[in-house]
């Protein structure tokens, strides 16, 4: 090693946490990504990596920079769902500790984090992780973190880090150019810059489907932040948060930081939150009643001059911690004899296994939940015929998915005469035209789409449907938007929009200014 490199350690638990879903596992980590050492350098340069593409741009980013050493951790991340088990969580810590301290001399750490993960003992794990990183390596040396911008900050993670930079897209398309932005601030931190960063949280806790960035009020949002960007600032971040995650810390926050100083950290992020504030009215938004939304189906799939139509079944989002087999909205068009529609993907393994030792071209009496029937997850049945099977393994082509390994275990493609259902075994939202093209499925002579994806979808959808032909379908589950049907326990109220009368109070520090 020349004695110029910088040693930088890598390592990252990434959970969005949706705190009224079952506790993820250990093995619903070790399912979806699980590395150690020397085995994240090797994925994160393979031309479709399975893992978040932040790390696969942070490396590529310090690579252009000269010389370094990657120092791999440990590298984990699970889908989204319930609190992480804390002594899976516990021991994974203890592993980074131990790896850390034996690394010996580092010069940085990268952080890669969704942000929004919470245990089944505690509301902050990701501040943990940040805290455990600072007390090892010490208040030296530089450490620079990623965060989904579905994060939900804490004080803890400010203040352990010189620089938290959030993603910006929504849906997600620029992880790998955050991880090269971070990598390009770590640069400069360990070259000697000083970071001053200023954090204001707000009481809006909004709905996900508020957050899109192409267009409304977190778009201008950030927008307006990314217009406000001068050489004095390194980053700002605008964070929308998660609400399903029911912490204290939940609410859209600002981070601000500054190439040394504070003050202009302080004034950018105190502009940033007032205006957020003033424009709070805008984070409420109507869906479509799911009786409109059959209707349009059946319009659609009667009239081909009609345009075709995709439906968010927004309740039952697995990409925010839904199970993905929810029911309402296919039973509905099944027994409105809708026709020329695609639903995927349906999550029932057991189902996906039947129609897999049936063979193509079976027929059936196809039963969905039938092992798994809960309060949101009704059993439903319909005669079906095994139209396609796959392996479900797959590199995704748009999107969120795209240059990205994904296996969505056995699927299988089920005709339900009028409607054809993809039938997953891993949960995995919707996201990515491959999940149907797998099948064989043609999703441009289809008259309706309907995906278990809250927003992200209309990343990898784009080249079929226009923003006109897309609707959020008002459907019960884990991730409705309809807040008021969640029983949330832990959210900081007064907050907006589920308490009309919320008030914010600006930092003590912005009477000073």
């Not at 929504?170 to 070259?191: F, S, Y």
Request: glycine share 10%.
């Amino acid at each position: 090693m020349n004695a110029t490199d910088k040693r930088v350690a890598i390592l990252g638990i990434i959970l969005e946490t949706n705190a009224f879903a079952p506790p993820s596992s250990e093995a619903d980590f070790r399912t979806l990504c699980y590395l150690e050492g020397e085995a994240i350098v090797a994925e994160a340069r393979k031309p479709a990596p399975a893992m978040p593409l932040e790390v696969p741009g942070f490396m590529a980013g310090m690579d252009r920079g000269g010389a370094w050493t990657p120092v791999p951790i440990v590298v984990t991340g699970a889908e989204p769902g319930g609190p992480i088990e804390h002594g899976f969580f516990t021991r994974v810590m203890a592993d980074m500790r131990a790896r850390l301290v034996a690394a010996g001399r580092l010069d940085g750490v990268y952080i890669v984090n969704h942000g929004a993960m919470t245990s089944t003992a505690e509301h902050d794990p990701d501040g943990a992780l940040y805290a455990m990183v600072r007390e090892v390596v010490g208040p030296d040396v530089p450490v620079v973190a990623t965060v989904d911008l579905h994060a939900n900050i804490s004080e803890r993670m400010v203040d352990s880090v010189e620089a938290l930079i959030s993603y910006r897209t929504n849906p997600h398309v620029d992880q790998g150019e955050r991880g090269d932005e971070a990598a390009e601030a770590l640069r400069w931190l360990m070259n000697g810059g000083q970071a001053k960063s200023a954090f204001i949280r707000l009481p809006i806790t909004p709905a996900s489907v508020t957050l899109l960035t192409a267009a409304g009020p977190y778009a201008d949002l950030i927008a307006e932040g990314q217009r406000r960007m001068t050489p004095d600032i390194l980053n700002v971040s605008v964070v929308g948060g998660f609400v399903f995650s029911d912490t204290p810390k939940n609410g859209i926050a600002v981070i601000v930081t500054a190439r040394g100083d504070q003050a202009k950290a302080r004034a950018l992020a105190l502009d940033l939150a007032r205006a957020g504030w003033k424009d709070r009215p805008r984070f409420v938004k109507k869906l479509t009643p799911l009786d409109e939304a059959v209707r349009l189906s059946v319009a659609s799939g009667n009239d081909p001059s009609r345009p075709a139509v995709i439906f968010s079944d927004a309740g039952d989002n697995p990409g925010g911690g839904g199970r993905g087999n929810t029911t309402w909205l296919l039973a509905a068009l099944h027994k409105a004899g809708a026709r020329g529609v695609l639903v995927g993907v349906f999550i029932d393994e057991a189902l996906a296994a039947e129609a897999h030792r049936l063979g193509i071209g079976a027929r059936f009496r196809a039963v969905f939940n039938e092992l798994a029937e809960t309060e949101f997850s009704k059993r439903f049945e319909a005669d079906a015929r095994v139209a396609a099977l796959s392996d479900g393994k797959v590199v995704g082509r748009r999107g969120i998915y795209a240059g990205r390994s994904i296996d969505l275990g056995p699927v299988a493609a089920l005709d339900l005469g009028g409607i054809t259902v993809v039938v997953g075994t891993r949960r995995k939202q919707c996201a990515d035209p491959i999940q149907f093209e797998c099948l064989g499925l043609d999703i441009g002579r289809a008259r309706t789409v309907v995906v278990k994806s809250r927003g992200h979808f209309r990343a990898g959808f784009d080249q079929f449907f226009k923003p006109e032909q897309v609707y959020e379908v008002d459907t019960a589950g884990l991730t409705s938007p309809v807040l008021e049907r969640i029983p949330f326990r832990h959210l900081p109220r007064p907050v907006f929009p589920l308490d009309a009368g919320a008030e914010w109070r600006e930092p003590a520090w912005a009477k000073g200014r």
